[in-house]
């Protein structure tokens, strides 16, 4: 599709706005390449996977000819993510990356007009390229503590690519969508690290990641209609993180 929307236009200013600030990050991350675990300089490189739930959606026609087309997506309760990041620390217990992520997640049921919903080998999935700021919570200065964890909190904003791949009523297709959009994504995080050997660290984490609204093509009894949708997913992850 040969779409330019604002959306897509955010999407790409999000996009540029993560390497352009990687890239001005990069001399600082490289300043101390002796520097410890958790000090301004000293960088990492993790490998993350876990589960992603896509929580029911509402699916609307923006068609002039669809008003009062309204809709549900009702994903399976589990979905699958996998991911990467590449990062440092900026000062001290304060680090910024760039994570590269993809999740999908199977679709039960899809319906706009009331038709069967039956959507059997349908799915959803979404690629993510964000740019994430975390807060590193050191327990020993903050409650003299050799507890050998550390916990952490994170957001971000970056750019994301939804498919919709879904039909329902097969043999008999009275909705269809199979499409990619571009997007803007944002995310929460929060989680703890635990320290496995000198350089690597095992991740345990949670995160809520969310686009803004972006449209999709499909049809609707074999007429051409175009559909607006958000995707959000609440996701449990685990991962190694190897300092260099």
Same mark, same amino acid.
Do not use: C
């Given at each position: ?57 509402t699916i609307r026609g923006i068609n002039s000819s ?11 309760? *589990? ?14 217990? *304060?680090?910024?990356?760039?994570? *590269?992520?993809?999740?999908?997640s199977g679709v039960d049921q899809i319906q706009v ?15 993510? *390229? ?5 807060? =590193?919570? =050191? ?39 199979? =499409? ?5 994504v944002y995310n929460f995080m929060g989680g703890v ?12 984490? /949670? ?23 958000? /995707? ?13």
């Amino acid at each position: 599709m040969n779409r330019t929307r604002p959306s897509m236009k955010i999407s790409l200013l999000a996009l540029a706005t993560v390497f352009v600030t990687g890239l001005v990050a990069a001399p600082a991350l490289a300043e101390d390449e002796e520097a410890s675990r958790g000090e301004a300089g000293s960088r990492y490189i993790e490998y993350l996977a876990g589960l992603s739930h896509h929580p029911n959606g509402t699916i609307r026609g923006i068609n002039s000819s669809s008003v009062g087309l309204f809709g549900r997506a009702e994903p399976k309760v *589990v979905g699958y993510f996998i991911g990467g990041s590449l990062g440092g620390y900026v000062i001290d217990n *304060v680090r910024a990356e760039i994570q *590269v992520g993809y999740r999908n997640s199977g679709v039960d049921q899809i319906q706009v007009q009331g038709e069967s919903a039956s959507a059997g080998g349908s799915q959803m999935s979404l690629l993510s *390229v964000t740019y994430n700021a975390y807060y =590193d919570f =050191d327990l020993k200065e903050l409650a003299d503590s050799d507890v050998p964890v550390t916990p952490w909190l994170g957001l971000g904003i970056g750019w994301g690519m939804p498919r919709i791949d879904a039909e329902n009523n097969p043999g008999l297709t009275q909705l269809s969508i199979d =499409d990619t959009d571009s997007t803007m994504v944002y995310n929460f995080m929060g989680g703890v690290n635990v320290p496995i050997g000198d350089t690597a660290e095992l991740v345990l984490g /949670y995160r809520y990641l969310a686009s803004i609204e972006f449209d999709v093509r499909g049809s609707v009894g074999g007429a051409t209609q175009r559909f607006e949708y958000e /995707y959000g997913a609440h996701e449990a992850f685990t991962g190694v993180r190897f300092d260099f």
